[in-house]
């Protein structure tokens, strides 16, 4: 296979601080070349030497035989090379075509007017060449964020790009979504183009990657061909220890029922959804993206009102009307929403810590600034944040940092029962073995953990028991004991409990 792409001890310094320390790197035509690590690791720095956004301060870079050197953005774009990130940079009141063509449109040669038949008709090619369903016509905010995807990756093939780059392009989108991404993807690859995959998810590295290079604190660490990788191979390389540190569950003494749901509803979202969750249990809740797990959870934290059913705190029904009840009560609701729902991103570490319990450090109307400060540095500390201190905003935190920051909101609150929604959605490796050791260490507290997860192997790893929904039902109850990816995909598509 032909090298579109090849980087040779490439080496990135900022302000004293080694960033990237002689890395190679290579991508072929034709093929899917994932690139992992941890957050930190250089992955980023590395993409932005690529697209020309920073100037490696030593090692060269090659473009299909020749060395290249990219001043700009503008000049690695111009070379045929484009970046697709989670977020889509597209102008949501144009057209899919307008969109595609932006910078590049036919103008007719006397009046400089842009040829508007020839470039829906363009458009339309683009868009029927890759099989996907979509109008040129339609405003790109009609579309779904799978399908701004596509549009951004139709955009690059309508300037000649060889090379994509696509950074985290599944961190927002549903299992469906993710699979019609992936087909594009791998036709992408089936006409030659070399496509660069960055992915936190690592069994999507293993269903879509040819080849897998690990960079490491700024080092790379190895290229290996997916076939023959493994999971627990891939994992030491990326943060230098084995997988069973991902999932430290420990086996701790399960108590006495502290929640008891009976058949809860609310209509078009989920019905009848009757569990008990234990004094020291991590509870896992499956199933697929839209089955009702997180319109449950917001229930009982009271953000929505059931239609039906009974919730029990430790024997006695009780009516949750909002989340100021819900947290009286003793709940926390961990969303998988950070930036909407779990925290404000402009206010900094301390105020975030602390929303839930300012009443605590209140006096005639006046807060107590030295408590507040005192109590927000204990579970900063806690929990190992990373951050310039606890005066800095929340917002300028990376995602694992801000799930920190979430879990120290509720732990500072002293809740009993703690619904976590996709507690380690789009953190790396590292960060999800810190807080599944968190998790674990608040089970033996004697803690109640409510786990939503759409990973099946940290919903494995980390329950003592596991219920399953599907269309809003709830399908399946399995034991740690026979818990196999299998069974807890079977029933999450359906196919048990009927």
Same mark, same amino acid.
């Given at each position: 296979m032909e090298h579109l792409l090849t980087l040779e001890r490439i080496t990135k310094i900022f302000t004293g601080t080694l960033a990237l320390s002689?890395?190679?790197?290579?991508?072929?035509? &034709? %093929?899917?070349?994932?690139?992992?690590?941890?957050? &930190?690791a250089g992955k980023s720095t590395l993409i932005k030497i690529i697209t020309g956004i920073y100037q490696p301060d030593g090692g060269q870079m090659t473009l299909? &035989?020749?060395?290249?050197?990219?001043?700009?953005?503008?000049?690695?774009?111009?070379? @045929?090379?484009?970046?697709i990130y989670q977020e889509a940079s597209l102008f949501e009141d144009l057209s899919i075509a307008e969109n595609i063509y932006m910078g590049h449109q036919e103008?007719?040669?006397?009046?400089?007017? #842009?040829?508007?038949?020839?470039l829906y008709r363009k458009a339309g090619e683009f868009i029927k060449s890759l099989e996907v369903n979509l109008n040129p016509r339609a405003l790109v905010k009609s579309l779904s964020i799978a399908e701004k995807q596509l549009v951004e990756i139709i955009k690059a093939l309508s300037a000649d790009a060889k090379i994509l780059i696509m950074d985290e392009p599944t961190a927002s989108l549903t299992k469906e979504e993710i699979d019609y991404l992936f087909r594009i993807a791998r036709k992408l690859r089936e006409e030659g183009t070399g496509i660069i995959f960055i992915s936190h998810r690592l069994e999507?590295?293993?269903?879509i990657a040819d080849r897998v290079t690990v960079i490491r604190d700024g080092k790379k660490v190895g290229t290996v061909p997916k076939d023959k990788l493994k999971v627990e191979e891939l994992v030491r390389m990326m943060v230098g220890k084995d997988l069973k540190t991902l999932y430290p569950k420990e086996e701790v003494e399960i108590g006495e029922p502290v929640l008891r749901i009976e058949n809860l *509803?609310?209509? &078009?979202?989920?019905?009848?959804?009757?569990?008990?969750?234990?004094?020291? %249990?991590?509870?896992?809740?499956?199933?697929?993206?839209?089955?009702?797990?997180?319109?449950?959870?917001?229930?009982?934290?009271?953000?929505e009102n059931p239609e039906g059913g009974r919730i029990f705190l430790e024997g006695k029904q009780v009516r949750i009307e909002n989340p100021r009840q819900a947290m009286e009560l003793g709940i926390a609701y961990l969303s998988e929403s950070r930036g909407e729902y779990g925290l404000v991103l402009q206010l900094d570490i301390t105020q975030n810590i602390t929303i839930p319990i300012l009443k605590r450090f209140s006096r005639f109307g006046w807060i107590n600034r030295t408590d %507040?400060?005192?109590?927000?540095?204990?579970?900063?500390?806690?929990?190992?944040?990373?951050?310039?201190?606890?005066?800095?905003?929340? @917002?300028?935190? *990376?995602?694992?940092?801000?799930?920190?920051?979430?879990?120290?909101?509720?732990?500072?609150?002293?809740?009993?029962?703690l619904i976590l929604d996709e507690p380690t959605k789009g953190i790396d490796i590292a960060t999800k073995a810190a807080v599944h050791?968190?998790? *674990?260490?608040?089970?033996?507290? @004697?803690?109640?953990?409510?786990?939503?997860? *759409?990973?099946?192997?940290?919903? #494995?790893?980390?329950?003592?028991?596991?219920?399953?929904?599907?269309e809003g039902r709830l399908v399946s109850e399995i034991t740690r004991r026979e818990a196999t990816q299998e069974i807890v995909l079977t029933a999450a598509l359906g196919e048990k409990g009927k």
């Open positions: 002689d890395v190679d790197f290579d991508l072929r035509q &034709g %093929e899917i070349h994932a690139l992992v690590g941890e957050n &930190g299909e &035989g020749r060395r290249v050197v990219f001043p700009d953005a503008r000049a690695s774009y111009d070379h @045929g090379i484009a970046a103008i007719r040669p006397v009046t400089r007017n #842009i040829r508007w038949g020839a999507e590295v293993f269903d *509803s609310r209509h &078009g979202e989920f019905d009848k959804v009757s569990f008990e969750l234990k004094k020291g %249990e991590i509870l896992g809740m499956a199933g697929l993206v839209g089955a009702g797990r997180t319109e449950v959870a917001r229930t009982i934290f009271g953000v %507040e400060r005192d109590t927000a540095k204990r579970f900063y500390d806690l929990l190992d944040i990373r951050a310039t201190g606890i005066q800095q905003k929340v @917002g300028s935190l *990376s995602g694992g940092n801000q799930q920190k920051v979430s879990l120290a909101k509720w732990l500072a609150a002293n809740a009993k029962i050791k968190l998790m *674990s260490d608040l089970a033996g507290e @004697g803690k109640a953990i409510l786990m939503i997860s *759409s990973e099946i192997p940290e919903i #494995i790893g980390m329950s003592d028991r596991i219920i399953v929904m599907n």
